[in-house]
């Protein structure tokens, strides 16, 4: 089968973003991020982002189309994120797409988000990984799920009850004054710092959480737990802290996902999401998953954000698989399940 080249569009956040891909081959990844205007107000603002996607969508498929060489008459199909995200900023995508793939008289492709994001690992390696698990952490989700068929069957095994491992760090970075998003500036700080420093708790890892919850997430206690620690120690070392805390997140996500490869049988994990560029969590990923005999695989920390090229990437798996397009008229879904992979009539 020809190789098809697939436009991904993805605006469910921050980022306006677009990539072309052909087959398993990234050709553009261009990404227009409203960061910097949502940085004053310490996290996303719904309007804000909104208003940029408009701004930057024309711009950024312009771009894309020149990076990969190509003009738009030579894309085959249309992929965009239909959800989950915030709805505002995913009608702006959602009618980018359904417009270019109506005027090109192209199929489109309304894709799940979450599923993209484990889907960038086929521009990354190429064995296939499937059936894997799937540790998906993000400013929004923390999820293990059970991939038998990206393009089919996605089961979630667990997921945060509270804060995503994301969200638990753009909060304590807020709290230590480092700024938004706080993830990098978390690992930033950390490196080289006492990991062992303080003793946060791990949520959800007692022995009866083992049992009612092996595979569900909690981070607000340990959220809890750092800003007591800073209000009673006013000479706090702040790697210390942030190391520790950064632990504490890595060390419950591993400890899960390697749970989860043990109990299902499955022998390969993949790491995806914003979280997923946390260069602890990627070292700390590789040691433990080599230990227990798992194949790990974690993007390129350019392609862990979100992106357009994690959108065409599953659009594309989409087309070499057989699936059935979308119909042209659909609804964006800001709470579509993990399972529901792309929409259909």
Same mark, same amino acid.
């Given at each position: 089968?020809?190789?098809?080249?697939?436009?991904?569009?993805?605006?469910?956040?921050?980022?306006?973003? +677009?990539?072309?891909? #052909?087959?398993?081959?990234?050709?553009?990844?261009?990404?227009?991020?409203?960061?910097?205007?949502?940085?004053?107000?310490?996290?996303?603002?719904?309007?804000?982002?909104?208003?940029?996607?408009?701004?930057?969508?024309?711009?950024?498929?312009?771009?894309?189309?020149?990076?990969?060489?190509?003009?738009?008459?030579?894309?085959?199909?249309?992929?965009?994120?239909?959800?989950?995200?915030?709805?505002?900023?995913?009608?702006?995508?959602?009618?980018?797409?359904?417009?270019?793939?109506?005027?090109?008289?192209? &199929?489109?492709?309304?894709?799940?988000?979450?599923?993209?994001?484990?889907? +960038?690992?086929?521009?990354?390696?190429?064995?296939?990984?499937?059936?894997?698990?799937?540790?998906?952490?993000?400013?929004?989700?923390?999820?293990? @799920?059970?991939?038998?068929?990206?393009?089919?069957?996605?089961?979630?095994?667990?997921?945060?009850?509270?804060?995503?491992?994301?969200?638990?760090?753009?909060?304590?970075?807020?709290?230590?004054?480092?700024?938004?998003?706080?993830? &990098?500036?978390?690992?930033?700080?950390?490196?080289?710092?006492?990991?062992?420093?303080?003793?946060?708790?791990?949520?959800?890892?007692?022995?009866?959480?083992?049992?009612?919850?092996?595979?569900?997430?909690?981070?607000?206690? @340990?959220?809890?737990?750092?800003? #007591?620690?800073?209000?009673?120690?006013?000479?706090?070392?702040?790697?210390?802290?942030?190391?520790?805390?950064?632990?504490?997140? +890595?060390?419950?996500?591993? @400890?899960?996902?390697?749970?989860?490869?043990?109990?299902?049988?499955?022998?390969?994990?993949?790491?995806?999401?914003? +979280?997923?560029?946390?260069?602890?969590? #990627?070292?700390?990923?590789?040691?433990?998953?080599?230990?227990?005999?798992?194949?790990?695989?974690?993007?390129?920390?350019?392609?862990?954000?979100?992106?357009?090229?994690?959108?065409?990437?599953?659009?594309?798996?989409?087309?070499?698989?057989?699936?059935? !397009?979308?119909?042209?008229?659909?609804? !964006?879904?800001?709470?579509? &399940?993990?399972?529901?992979?792309?929409?259909?009539?």
């Amino acid at each position: 089968m020809i190789e098809p080249i697939i436009l991904g569009i993805e605006t469910s956040c921050d980022e306006s973003a +677009v990539g072309i891909v #052909r087959g398993r081959t990234l050709l553009a990844n261009v990404i227009a991020s409203s960061v910097e205007e949502h940085a004053r107000f310490g996290g996303v603002v719904p309007e804000i982002a909104s208003r940029a996607h408009l701004e930057a969508m024309i711009p950024t498929i312009r771009q894309a189309l020149q990076d990969a060489k190509i003009s738009l008459s030579d894309i085959d199909a249309v992929a965009v994120t239909a959800g989950p995200g915030l709805i505002g900023a995913l009608l702006v995508g959602v009618g980018a797409g359904a417009g270019l793939a109506l005027g090109l008289d192209r &199929p489109i492709f309304a894709v799940n988000h979450l599923a993209a994001h484990i889907s +960038v690992d086929a521009l990354t390696h190429s064995q296939s990984l499937q059936p894997t698990i799937a540790l998906l952490v993000s400013g929004g989700h923390s999820s293990l @799920l059970q991939v038998d068929d990206i393009t089919a069957s996605i089961t979630q095994l667990g997921a945060t009850m509270d804060d995503a491992a994301g969200e638990a760090f753009d909060k304590i970075a807020r709290l230590m004054k480092l700024g938004f998003p706080g993830g &990098p500036a978390i690992d930033a700080l950390a490196t080289g710092a006492d990991e062992c420093a303080i003793d946060f708790p791990r949520g959800l890892t007692t022995s009866g959480d083992w049992q009612s919850r092996p595979f569900d997430f909690s981070f607000s206690g @340990l959220k809890t737990a750092v800003a #007591r620690y800073i209000e009673a120690t006013p000479d706090y070392t702040r790697a210390d802290v942030a190391a520790s805390f950064q632990e504490a997140i +890595v060390d419950v996500l591993l @400890l899960k996902s390697v749970a989860a490869c043990k109990s299902t049988g499955i022998d390969s994990l993949v790491i995806a999401g914003g +979280v997923a560029a946390n260069s602890r969590l #990627r070292a700390l990923a590789q040691q433990r998953c080599d230990k227990a005999g798992i194949h790990l695989a974690i993007p390129a920390p350019g392609l862990c954000t979100d992106n357009g090229a994690m959108v065409a990437a599953l659009g594309s798996l989409m087309v070499l698989a057989g699936r059935s !397009a979308s119909p042209i008229a659909f609804e !964006a879904d800001s709470s579509l &399940p993990v399972d529901v992979l792309s929409l259909l009539s």
